[in-house]
């Protein structure tokens, strides 16, 4: 999966923008501070659930070798 990595930053236009200056996205003014800092969060989100996968992944073959599968 390719995304723009690194920090995005919202902007109070309700522009997202990655640290190199490039747009990410924009939000509506329904709820824009909100949807911007979700949308701002998402690399570090992403990349949170990634780690997880892999130690859960890990987890489980784990548990089946102490279990003999």
Do not use: C
Request: glycine fraction near 6%.
């Amino acid at each position: 999966m390719e995304y723009t990595k690194g920090e995005w930053e919202n902007e109070e236009d309700g522009v997202i923008t990655a640290t190199d200056g490039k747009q990410i996205a924009s939000v509506f003014p329904r709820d824009r501070l909100a949807n911007a800092h979700l949308i701002a969060a998402a690399p570090d989100m992403y990349e949170a659930l990634r780690a997880l996968a892999v130690f859960l992944d890990n987890a489980f073959k784990a548990l089946a070798k102490a279990e003999g599968k």
